[in-house]
């Protein structure tokens, strides 16, 4: 589709239109530019004010699938495929290599690395400026679908179990229980709350004393 809506206050939306119909599937903001990025294919797209977004290219038509920003750098990661991407701007983007050729699903940046996991194997990755990546290991191999950082930690969802993990590093990884089994589908951070959306439920988890307690 090419619509995408946007909002000053989070309660009212109005309609915009994206610059081509494909599958938008991740959106970061950074250094004044919204990113986003289509599930398949070359297309990306940039724009400052979430209203008028422009085309971008990327290095190659892979299966991109989230996309983040930190320390002055847009880092993406793509399924099934070794390929990543970088950009300093949002505009102009450089190829770049993962670890390994594996299902990479979920990107996040904060205490200064950029952190990415796989959705079916236990591989995960951490890159300080995009470029240069080290191999770690995630707790689980099922599903690892959506990553965000806040309060001083990764936490990764897993789309189709009831659980999630979290970490500080990208290496030392806890695996805690949520209430929802299936399609938890998206994770953000504001307010020290990370806010899980599932197609079944709206799933508030805040950190308390190591662990995650339901309100």
Do not use: H
């Amino acid at each position: 589709t090419t619509k995408a809506a946007s909002s000053t206050d989070g309660i009212n939306w109005t309609i915009r239109t994206m610059p081509s119909t494909a599958q938008w599937g991740a959106l970061a903001y950074g250094n004044g530019t919204f990113v986003a990025v289509t599930t398949g294919g070359v297309p990306a797209a940039s724009s400052t004010d979430g209203i008028t977004w422009t085309t971008r290219t990327l290095p190659s038509a892979s299966s991109w699938q989230s996309v983040a920003y930190g320390n002055g750098v847009y880092c993406m990661v793509a399924y099934a495929t070794a390929s990543a991407a970088r950009s300093t701007d949002g505009i102009t983007w450089t190829a770049t290599t993962m670890p390994s050729n594996v299902a990479w699903y979920a990107i996040a940046y904060g205490n200064g690395i950029f952190l990415a996991a796989s959705n079916n194997s236990t591989t995960g990755a951490y890159s300080t400026d995009g470029i240069t990546w080290t191999t770690t290991t995630v707790p689980t191999s099922t599903s690892n679908y959506r990553m965000v950082y806040g309060n001083g930690i990764f936490v990764l969802t897993q789309q189709t179990n009831a659980t999630a993990s979290y970490t500080t590093d990208g290496i030392t990884w806890t695996t805690t229980n949520i209430i929802n089994s299936s399609n938890n589908n998206y994770i953000t951070y504001g307010n020290n709350i990370e806010l899980l959306l599932s197609e079944v439920d709206l799933i508030s988890i805040e950190r308390a004393i190591g662990t995650y307690i339901l309100p």
